[in-house]
């Protein structure tokens, strides 16, 4: 079975400052990898995904995150916060045969001016 | 990509009472989900809807708790029956677009 473990429940960044969200994962084929962020009293928003080719994907404001098959990991990192970034984020896996996303915990980031 | 919307946004409903959530997509899809996000929580699969074939729920999941209609390719609905406090949570539909799935904003559900 799959499943996702994001070990941090809450990370707080300065604005401006770098940050790096962590996601391992446990499937036993290529998995496919999504990420996923959603601010309060929202829906979830696809910030980027990962199905096979470049390790290194370019997602939506300005994230990108890098899936290392030997770590099973697939982390999120933005170069420099904003404080619009404050949200949760949620890294996602799934098989490629019946599109069923198995999530993780979840990591709340609070960005301080 | 897709559109997606729901109605109601939110409600707050009494114990014992049945709700039922609309999903609209803007465009035909196959394949279209349901998920349960409990305060604090993440998200969990409640059921998988196709259209023209019966609603495949996940452990834990009921057909009579949850019913579901698919009656066509663009929407779906999920109806929460005999509601406990226990069902507050927010609901979210979504639907799969070249393998990749696509949320609406959640209909955050209080019962009292």
């Known amino acids: 079975a799959q499943s996702v473990t994001q070990p941090d429940i809450h990370i707080t960044v300065s604005e401006g400052a770098s940050l790096e969200l962590r996601c391992n994962y446990s499937?036993?084929?290529?998995?496919?990898l999504f990420w996923y962020v959603q601010s309060p009293g929202q829906g979830l928003q696809l910030l980027l995904k990962y199905f096979s080719g470049d390790t290194l994907v370019q997602g939506i404001k300005g994230f990108e995150a890098e899936f290392k098959r030997s770590q099973s990991s697939f982390n999120l990192r933005k170069p420099s916060v904003h404080w619009s970034d404050a949200a949760e984020y949620f890294c996602a896996v799934g098989p490629s045969n019946d599109y069923k996303l198995s999530f993780g915990a979840g990591t709340t980031v609070t960005v301080r001016a | 990509s897709a559109v997606i919307s729901q109605k109601p946004s939110r409600d707050i409903c009494q114990r014992g009472t049945s709700l039922t959530i609309q999903c609209q997509v803007d465009?035909?899809?196959?394949?279209m989900f349901w998920y349960r996000q409990q305060p604090g929580q993440s998200l969990t699969l409640i059921a998988t809807a196709n259209q023209g074939s019966e609603a495949t729920y996940e452990s834990g999941f009921v057909i009579d708790k949850f019913p579901i209609s698919r009656p066509n390719l663009t929407f779906s609905t999920l109806t929460v029956s005999n509601m406990s406090p226990e069902d507050s949570s927010i609901y979210l539909c979504?639907?799969?677009?070249?393998?990749?799935?696509?949320f609406g904003p959640g209909t955050r559900l209080t019962v009292l």
């Open positions: 499937y036993g084929a290529t998995p496919y």
């Open positions: 465009s035909q899809v196959t394949m």
């Open positions: 979504s639907v799969e677009v070249t393998d990749t799935q696509y």
